[in-house]
């Protein structure tokens, strides 16, 4: 049973100020096991924050990021299951299915975490699984209206996912799962 | 003038001055384990911890643990039952401790490295009397108590079958036993289920009629729908009620549960180390407390109770019979809670000052020491200031399983729990007998000394100390 946070494209400070404070009562130390953020921070702040929640975070590149030194893309291993992290601005169309489907491939993991839409997806095709947890504040996107802040929360146990998607709507959290499962290893 | 002195009993030779054997004293005391080479009836010399007279003793004393008689019942089967604690000592080798085979042979033991004693007549007669005893169609339990408050055998697994039977877990109806066992274990099945699942499961098992579950390699491509979380449970939900938090709350726990199963007894295999075996005895032990602690929310997990679960899971974890052993997990909690429910308010920190509380019972020791030994009591108080605190909170606490190896302390406890009187009264009564014991070293001390003599108590003849604790009742 092991927590894994998604999040990603805060763009802190220049186009949110901070995570709704909503979202940060629920953001505890302790309960998480892994952070997985997407990218665009964009300060060192929000790298420290993201820090005391877990200490094993992993972080690629937004094109906004201070640190250059994130990596474009990233996999790890999770109990069962491979993860690859990319920030998705990279994958050209933005947002597209097919093409993220082909980076997927190139990373050969079972579920791909990207961002940049500011919109929260989740996508299922051949090769995996694609998950977008959206703009954890609800930062201005050029290519998405109405953004919601959300992000994500995965509880990986043995070969099943569930993945806990919270969203700030209207000023309240709206809580919503999905339930996935790998056959083989 | 009321006499407060010590008794006479307690001042004579016999206690304080080494026996010898027939033949010419050895020159030191030989140490405990070598004892077997020895002739076995007679008194083992104590070690030069208890402090003698500096007069020899002239051979008549020799003859003089069978002259006296000053409790003429307790003698014989006290002497005959070390005898037997010294088969003990020479089979019970810590390094011993993985093998189940422990508990086999010991009596009369033969896998000691030193010769051992051929067991005495006494002692192969009195496991034929428990083992008649506890053959009974209804088992008469006020005689299994005599008998047991002398101490119990090694072998046959009798110790496992006479704790069971002490603690209430058996009934003394032999022929309820299986149906009862039964009963039992299954019951403890279904609390590991329903309490110690994760919060994964449970959710999944609340959710079973609404699952939509997608594979990942079957089915066309397309967007996951979301699906609506039941009952508000979600892995970072603060409310009260919600599984996910009552989990996270009892981490705590968990982690201190954790940490302290790893430190016990960490000389002894059976418990430490990276063996399966220790791996999944810890585990038993875990999943014990753990289970302790959620169905006692008064007082959930204290450090201390493991060791008090280490004995009794040990003992039914090496009972020969091999349904026995394989169901030890279970019978150990039920006896757990049994023990616990006369010790728990020693636990509890908001009784600590009340009438019941550890504070209590440590002024009780204190009265009873006053009673018996008033010198010894007005040296230690009041002359050394040594309060009683500092030394029998973890005496009383543990039960007595700290201060001696953990052979002694299983002999130690097989009085505790038979004894009539109950186990508390019994181990106020050992810990004065310990006190009284060393008086001698006490009231040539001072605090430091006599602090660092009380804390690491010296490795004394435990039937010494039963002996003694049982003539301190009759006052």
Same mark, same amino acid.
């Given at each position: 049973?092991?927590?894994?946070?998604?999040?990603?494209?805060?763009?802190?400070?220049?186009? *949110?100020?901070?995570?709704?404070?909503? =979202?940060?009562?629920?953001?505890?130390?302790?309960?998480?096991?892994?952070?997985?953020?997407?990218?665009?921070?964009?300060?060192?702040?929000?790298?420290?924050?993201?820090?005391?929640?877990?200490?094993?975070?992993?972080?690629?590149?937004?094109?906004?990021?201070?640190? *250059?030194?994130?990596?474009?893309?990233?996999?790890?291993?999770?109990?069962? =299951?491979?993860?690859?992290?990319?920030?998705?601005?990279?994958?050209?169309?933005?947002?597209?299915?097919?093409?993220? *489907?082909?980076?997927?491939?190139?990373?050969?993991?079972?579920?791909?975490?990207?961002?940049?839409?500011?919109?929260?997806?989740?996508?299922?095709?051949?090769?995996?699984?694609?998950?977008?947890?959206?703009? *954890?504040?609800?930062?201005?996107?050029?290519?998405?209206?109405?953004?919601?802040?959300? =992000?994500?929360?995965?509880?990986?146990?043995?070969?099943?996912?569930?993945?806990?998607?919270?969203?700030?709507?209207?000023?309240?959290?709206?809580?919503?799962?999905?339930?996935?499962?790998?056959?083989?290893? | 003038?009321?006499?407060?002195? !010590?008794?006479?009993?307690?001042?004579?030779?016999?206690?304080?001055?080494?026996?010898?054997?027939?033949?010419?004293?050895?020159?030191?005391?030989?140490?405990?384990?070598?004892?077997? +080479?020895?002739?076995?009836?007679?008194?083992?010399?104590?070690?030069?911890?208890?402090?003698?007279?500096?007069?020899?003793?002239?051979?008549?004393?020799?003859?003089?643990?069978? %002259?006296?008689?000053?409790?003429?019942?307790?003698?014989?089967?006290?002497?005959?039952?070390?005898?037997?604690?010294?088969? !003990?000592?020479?089979?019970?080798?810590?390094?011993?401790?993985?093998?189940?085979?422990?508990?086999?042979?010991?009596?009369?033991?033969?896998?000691?490295?030193?010769?051992?004693?051929?067991? %005495?007549?006494?002692?192969?007669?009195?496991?034929?009397?428990?083992?008649?005893?506890?053959?009974?169609?209804? +088992?008469?339990?006020?005689?299994?108590?005599?008998?047991?408050?002398?101490?119990?055998?090694?072998?046959?697994?009798?110790?496992?079958?006479?704790?069971?039977?002490?603690?209430?877990?058996?009934?003394?109806?032999?022929?309820?036993?299986?149906?009862?066992?039964?009963?039992?274990?299954?019951?403890?099945?279904?609390?590991?289920?329903?309490?110690?699942?994760?919060?994964?499961?449970?959710?999944?098992?609340?959710?079973?009629?609404?699952?939509?579950?997608?594979?990942?390699?079957?089915?066309?491509?397309?967007?996951?729908?979301?699906?609506?979380?039941?009952?508000?449970?979600?892995?970072?939900?603060?409310?009260?009620?919600?599984?996910?938090?009552?989990?996270?709350?009892?981490?705590?726990?968990?982690?201190?549960?954790?940490?302290?199963?790893?430190?016990?007894?960490?000389?002894?295999?059976?418990?430490?180390?990276?063996?399966?075996?220790?791996?999944?005895?810890?585990?038993?032990?875990?999943?014990?407390?753990?289970?302790?602690?959620?169905?006692?929310?008064? +007082?959930?997990?204290?450090?201390?109770?493991?060791?008090?679960?280490?004995?009794?899971?040990?003992?039914?974890?090496?009972?020969?019979?091999?349904?026995?052993?394989?169901?030890?997990?279970?019978?150990?909690?039920?006896?757990? !809670?049994?023990?616990?429910?006369?010790?728990?308010?020693?636990?509890?920190?908001?009784?600590?000052?009340? !009438?019941?509380?550890?504070?209590?019972?440590?002024?009780?020791?204190?009265?009873?020491?006053?009673?018996?030994?008033?010198?010894?009591?007005?040296?230690?108080?009041?002359?050394?200031?040594?309060?009683?605190?500092?030394?029998?909170?973890?005496?009383?606490?543990?039960?007595?399983?700290?201060?001696?190896?953990?052979?002694?302390?299983?002999?130690?406890?097989?009085?505790?729990?038979?004894?009539?009187?109950?186990?508390?009264?019994?181990?106020?009564?050992?810990?004065?007998?310990?006190?009284?014991?060393?008086?001698?070293?006490?009231?040539?001390?001072?605090?430091?000394?006599?602090?660092?003599?009380?804390?690491?108590?010296?490795?004394?003849?435990?039937?010494?100390?039963?002996?003694?604790?049982?003539?301190?009742?009759?006052?």
């Amino acid at each position: 049973m092991v927590l894994v946070l998604a999040l990603g494209d805060l763009h802190i400070p220049h186009r *949110a100020p901070d995570l709704p404070a909503k =979202f940060k009562s629920m953001l505890v130390p302790g309960k998480i096991q892994h952070v997985i953020c997407t990218g665009n921070l964009c300060i060192k702040e929000v790298h420290d924050y993201l820090k005391t929640l877990c200490p094993d975070l992993h972080i690629t590149r937004g094109e906004y990021d201070d640190d *250059a030194r994130y990596p474009d893309t990233k996999t790890l291993t999770i109990g069962q =299951f491979k993860l690859g992290i990319c920030h998705g601005h990279q994958v050209i169309p933005w947002g597209d299915l097919d093409s993220l *489907a082909m980076l997927q491939r190139q990373l050969d993991v079972d579920i791909l975490v990207t961002g940049h839409s500011h919109q929260f997806t989740a996508y299922k095709h051949e090769a995996g699984v694609v998950i977008n947890p959206g703009s *954890a504040t609800g930062a201005f996107s050029s290519i998405t209206y109405d953004v919601n802040p959300s =992000f994500v929360l995965m509880d990986i146990d043995g070969l099943r996912v569930v993945v806990y998607v919270y969203e700030l709507i209207d000023g309240e959290v709206k809580v919503d799962k999905i339930d996935f499962k790998k056959t083989t290893n | 003038m009321v006499n407060k002195r !010590v008794p006479d009993w307690l001042n004579s030779s016999l206690w304080s001055s080494p026996q010898p054997p027939p033949s010419p004293p050895p020159p030191s005391p030989p140490p405990l384990s070598a004892v077997a +080479i020895s002739d076995p009836p007679l008194l083992i010399p104590p070690p030069p911890a208890i402090a003698r007279p500096s007069e020899p003793p002239p051979s008549s004393t020799s003859s003089s643990p069978y %002259a006296h008689a000053p409790k003429g019942e307790n003698r014989d089967p006290l002497t005959s039952s070390y005898a037997n604690n010294t088969s !003990v000592y020479c089979t019970d080798d810590d390094e011993d401790d993985g093998s189940p085979s422990y508990s086999a042979p010991s009596n009369g033991g033969d896998s000691g490295a030193a010769a051992p004693p051929p067991p %005495a007549a006494q002692d192969v007669s009195r496991q034929a009397q428990i083992l008649q005893e506890l053959s009974r169609k209804v +088992i008469n339990m006020v005689e299994l108590r005599k008998l047991a408050s002398q101490g119990l055998p090694d072998g046959a697994g009798i110790r496992a079958t006479v704790w069971k039977l002490l603690l209430g877990y058996l009934p003394t109806d032999r022929f309820l036993w299986p149906s009862e066992l039964a009963k039992k274990r299954s019951q403890y099945k279904q609390f590991k289920e329903e309490l110690l699942m994760n919060p994964s499961e449970i959710t999944r098992r609340m959710e079973k009629s609404s699952l939509e579950n997608h594979e990942l390699e079957a089915g066309s491509p397309g967007f996951m729908s979301r699906s609506e979380i039941s009952h508000g449970e979600h892995p970072l939900s603060l409310g009260k009620s919600s599984v996910w938090n009552q989990f996270f709350q009892e981490t705590e726990i968990k982690e201190q549960i954790d940490r302290d199963v790893m430190r016990t007894h960490p000389d002894i295999h059976f418990f430490s180390g990276d063996s399966t075996f220790a791996k999944s005895n810890q585990e038993a032990l875990k999943n014990i407390l753990n289970l302790f602690a959620k169905l006692n929310p008064g +007082i959930r997990y204290v450090q201390g109770m493991n060791e008090l679960l280490a004995p009794l899971f040990y003992m039914f974890k090496n009972d020969p019979d091999e349904e026995n052993a394989a169901s030890a997990e279970a019978d150990t909690f039920f006896c757990f !809670v049994e023990l616990m429910s006369g010790f728990r308010d020693n636990f509890v920190q908001q009784l600590d000052n009340s !009438v019941v509380g550890i504070r209590a019972t440590i002024s009780r020791l204190s009265h009873l020491l006053k009673e018996h030994d008033e010198e010894l009591w007005r040296h230690l108080e009041m002359t050394t200031k040594v309060n009683p605190q500092f030394y029998a909170f973890r005496w009383i606490t543990l039960l007595l399983t700290q201060e001696f190896n953990f052979a002694d302390s299983l002999f130690i406890w097989d009085t505790l729990l038979s004894d009539p009187d109950g186990p508390q009264e019994t181990l106020l009564r050992v810990c004065c007998a310990m006190l009284v014991i060393v008086r001698k070293r006490l009231l040539a001390g001072d605090f430091t000394s006599n602090l660092k003599l009380l804390q690491n108590y010296p490795s004394t003849n435990i039937s010494h100390i039963l002996y003694v604790a049982n003539k301190l009742r009759a006052h």
